[in-house]
């Protein structure tokens, strides 16, 4: 994951330093840079699915810095969602964020109409899948 992205992101955001998750690119992702005892390991036998995990890092330089700097990338969300992107990230071998489109402290964004013209202007991309009901995928 490249440090950069990730200060982008959380520039575009005016997001302090508050963690981020990831979506990992497949569970051997997890398995070898995450610590998972027998209890996360049953657990994330859910993945893929609509779950994030918080695991303890065991390779910290698996993702950005800037992913969790308040404690220093001890720690990381991880999702693997249900979703057609998923197989994109599974392709590029690489973890994404995963972060709600809104700036922080303001409303998340339900569909195209209700995106932060700031944000918009800032991206570089936009996937849209359509409104969202209650503003968290």
Do not use: H
Request: proline fraction near 5%; aromatic fraction near 10%.
């Amino acid at each position: 994951m490249i440090e950069e992205s990730v200060s982008r992101i959380r520039e575009i955001k005016e997001r302090d330093e508050k963690p981020f998750s990831i979506i990992v690119p497949d569970i051997n992702f997890v398995f070898e840079n995450c610590v998972v005892n027998r209890e996360a390991e049953e657990k994330l036998k859910l993945l893929p699915g609509p779950y994030t995990f918080f695991l303890s890092l065991k390779n910290k330089n698996s993702i950005a810095t800037a992913i969790n700097p308040q404690d220093n990338n001890q720690s990381v969300g991880v999702r693997i969602p249900d979703v057609w992107f998923t197989e994109f990230i599974k392709e590029s071998n690489a973890p994404f964020v995963t972060t709600s489109v809104n700036k922080s402290g303001e409303s998340y964004m339900t569909n195209l109409e209700n995106l932060d013209k700031d944000i918009f202007e800032k991206v570089d991309y936009i996937i849209y899948e359509g409104e969202i009901d209650n503003g968290v995928s």
